[in-house]
């Protein structure tokens, strides 16, 4: 049996629909039947029902974008900064192991030579280089309290995205901002994501820190003639001039904007769909929601 903590989110609902295809028996915590965000709490209650693996894909995300972050930074740092600690205080206990669902958004930019950061990398985008968002500085934050953790995976998720239209959809997202910043991001295909993340455990590779993004980078402008391509949006795509001008304009906190290196998962077994052909194939299969 698998715990899950954060099922009731957008993350979540990812795990939750791999488990049951799997048949895998799970149980969904949410804070108001049991609040596992206490680790007294949580040892008890991973004592009591002993799962073989626990899932955290609880965290604050600000909505509909990090800058909601800077409106509520202590829910933002205990959800990312102090959770993650709290978790680990409480499998250590219990002995269970476990997978935190951390972020590549505690990275800018790429390395010197334009390849990907990858996890001997230190995040360069955090409040210890004072240049970061509230919500960055804390998923960093909550990576550096699980150094040292035993039993754990550390799953970089980067900007998800699907076919299914949502506002948590990355392909949603810039169908729908009436302005786009041009950059360049390596993301991660939320199916493929909770599946390769959850591979990890099965084929029981190494405990430790992975980037689960597709293999690759796209900038803004690429995704957006893919849309074209696609016919799924007709709509006239309109770019900010520069960062300066998103900064003013539109936004409240410096956005992560990187490159990751994916080839540790790979070199476990791990592959995920190249990052083009995967933005393509979402929206070859673009859909609504089911009501
Ligand atoms: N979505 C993204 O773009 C993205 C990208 C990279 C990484 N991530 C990470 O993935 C994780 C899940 O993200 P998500 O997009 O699925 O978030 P979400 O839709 O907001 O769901 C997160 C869940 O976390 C639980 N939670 C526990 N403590 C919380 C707190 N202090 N504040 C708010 N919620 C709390 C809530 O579940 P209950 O109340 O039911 O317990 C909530 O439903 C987060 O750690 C996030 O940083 C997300």
Known sequence: ???LLG????VGHAYQALLTRKGIPFRNLRRADIDYTIPEVLTTALKADRPELLINAAGYTGKPNVDACELHKTDCLFGNGVLPGRIAEACTAAGV?????????????????????????????TFRQNNCSFYSGTKALGEEILVGAPNVYVWRLRIPFNEVDSPRNYLTKLMRYSRLLEAANS???LEEFVEATFACWEKRVPFGT???TNPGHVTTRQVVELIKASGVSKKEFSFFASEDEFMHVAAKTPRS????DSSKLASVGIQLTPVEDAV???????????A
């Open 7 to 10: 099922g009731s989110g957008y």
């Open 210 to 212: 992975y980037n689960v």
């Open 187 to 189: 993301i991660s295909q």
């Open 280 to 290: 393509a194939a979402a929206l070859r299969n673009w859909r609504q929601a089911a």
């Open 257 to 260: 904007n990187c490159v990751m």
């Open 97 to 125: 192991p476990w997978g935190h669902v951390s972020s590549g958004c505690i990275f800018t930019g790429s390395r010197a030579d334009g390849s990907g950061f990858t996890e001997s990398d230190a995040p360069n985008f």
């Open 1 to 3: 049996m698998i715990y």
